[in-house]
C-alpha cells in the first residue's frame, strides 16, 4: 500500500475521532485592567473650565469625560489622546476634536484651562 493512501486513511480515521471544527470562544480582554497612561494621557486628565466659566470638562483615566454646560444637565462621552490631539464621542454619538496647546484645550475658538489635575492612582489637587 502506498504512503499517500496511508495517510489519506489515517486522516479519515482522525476526522471521525476529532471533531471538524473547535467552539469559538468569544475574547477574553479585560477592559478594566490597568493599562500605563502615556505622557500626552497623564497631560490631559482632570477638570478644565472654559475662559468663560460656562462649560465644565472632566477627563478622567479611563478614557471618559464628563461635559456639563451652566446649570444644564450633563452628558458623557469617552476620548482619546493622540499627542496633542483629543478625540471624543459622546454617548449621544457626536464627535468633535481638540488640541492641547500651551496647557490649555484648545476646541475651534474655545478654550479650556485646567483648575483640578487628576493623578492616575486617583488622588486629585489643587494645579496652581
Not at 486513511?9 to 497612561?37: C, H, M, T, V, W
Not at 484645550?105 to 478654550?111: H, S, T, V
Amino acid at each position: 500500500m502506498p504512503f499517500s493512501q496511508v495517510f489519506q486513511s489515517l486522516g479519515a480515521i482522525a476526522s471521525i475521532i476529532a471533531p471538524a471544527k473547535r467552539p469559538i470562544r468569544p475574547l477574553e480582554i479585560d477592559l478594566e485592567a490597568f493599562q500605563p497612561l502615556s505622557k500626552a494621557e497623564r497631560a490631559v486628565l482632570g477638570r478644565w473650565v472654559s475662559e468663560d466659566g460656562a462649560t465644565r470638562l472632566d477627563l478622567r483615566p479611563n478614557g471618559r469625560f464628563g461635559k456639563q454646560r451652566d446649570q444644564a444637565a450633563g452628558h458623557g462621552g469617552r476620548y482619546e489622546v493622540d499627542a496633542s490631539q483629543l478625540y471624543f464621542e459622546s454617548d449621544a454619538g457626536h464627535v468633535w476634536s481638540g488640541e492641547l496647546r500651551r496647557g490649555q484645550l484648545a476646541f475651534g475658538e474655545k478654550r479650556f484651562r485646567r483648575t483640578l489635575q487628576l493623578d492616575p492612582v486617583g488622588l486629585i489637587r489643587s494645579d496652581r
